[in-house]
């Protein structure tokens, strides 16, 4: 007699839900990631633009030249802003997911530990029907001796 989980299907189940959990919450990090990475890029460009108007102020230049300059330095900051503003919306998105994955997490965690306890106890069980099973033949044994 094999050990059979009768919970066998729901545990594959709740595991498949854990799995998809965690993807989305991965995928959601990864997001964040490039985000707070476009972020930063975002603002070494600004500097970089910011130093180099300063250093044309210095010198004789066109309006122009200056105008496109603060035009770049402009959508920068807007694009900045845009950034920031996903960046916190990602973050929600992420913490939700990270409830969800919880969720499914300590769902398939119950079905788990029930498993390790039902064949705990069949392990249980048995061993003691094969340590009855020897002391019956053992027993048997002594009587014809």
């Known amino acids: 007699m094999t050990f059979h989980f009768p919970l066998s299907s729901v545990l594959r189940l709740r595991e498949s839900i854990e799995k998809r959990e965690e993807v989305a919450l991965q995928t959601i990090q990864l997001e964040v990631a490039r985000v ?20 044309a102020l210095q010198k004789t230049v066109q309006a122009n030249c200056l105008q496109t300059m603060q035009a770049e330095i402009n959508a920068a900051v807007e694009a900045r802003k845009i950034l920031f503003e996903t960046m916190q919306v990602l973050k929600r998105q992420r913490s939700v997911q990270m409830n969800n994955y919880k969720v499914a997490h300590s769902q398939r965690r119950m079905l788990t530990d029930l498993l390790a306890e039902k064949k705990a106890a069949y392990e249980l069980q048995r061993t003691r029907l094969q340590q009855k099973a020897l002391d019956d033949i053992a027993a048997a044994r002594w009587q014809r001796s």
């Open 36 to 55: 707070r990475h476009r972020i930063d890029e975002l603002t070494e460009e600004m500097t970089r633009a910011w130093e180099e108007r300063e250093r």
